[in-house]
């Protein structure tokens, strides 16, 4: 058998080409920065900390305005830890039982206390670690005035 006989006995099956495969494959895969990453991290015994943000809407069905949830969150006394510096609860003379808090965790600091930094979105701080006062394990727990 020839090289023509061949080829004329066998099944060229055809490839499927997909362009939207090959459009994706070309595409360079872009980076994906998680909101975390836009924080700023703290640095020796420092902490981040979210403020406690209340809901638009209350028990009674009221709305709340923008304005009176950012003065709210402005003063607030309650916050979520994001982040710790690497220094933070390591002085074992000013924390012998060990840390006060962990990341995750709901912290009660005082009302001015800690460096305020704008974010989108609202507001961080960045608080010393014996600026902690309680644990708590609701925020809402807590009466949050202004």
Same mark, same amino acid.
């Given at each position: ?11 060229e099956v055809p490839q499927i080409k ?11 895969? %872009? =980076?994906? &920065? ?8 703290? $640095?020796?015994? *420092?902490?981040? #900390?979210?403020?406690?943000?209340? %809901? =638009?809407? &209350? ?8 304005? $009176?949830?950012? *003065?709210?969150? #402005? ?6 830890v994001l982040a710790m510096g690497p ?60």
């Open positions: 058998m020839n090289n023509a006989e061949q080829s004329s006995t066998s099944i997909s362009a939207l495969l090959d459009k994706y494959k070309e595409e360079p895969v %872009k =980076e994906i &920065t998680a909101e975390t990453t836009k924080l700023p991290m703290p $640095t020796g015994w *420092r902490m981040l #900390v979210l403020p406690f943000r209340m %809901k =638009e809407k &209350t028990h009674g069905g009221i709305l709340m305005g923008q304005e $009176t949830i950012d *003065r709210q969150q #402005v003063a607030s006394q309650c916050g979520n220094d933070c609860y390591l002085d074992k003379n000013k924390f012998p039982h060990g840390p006060w808090c962990k990341v995750k965790d709901w912290v009660v600091f005082a009302r001015y206390a800690g460096s305020r930094i704008e974010i989108e979105g609202g507001e961080v701080r960045l608080l010393n670690d014996d600026e902690i006062l309680a644990t708590v394990q609701d925020p809402t727990d807590i009466l949050h005035k202004y």
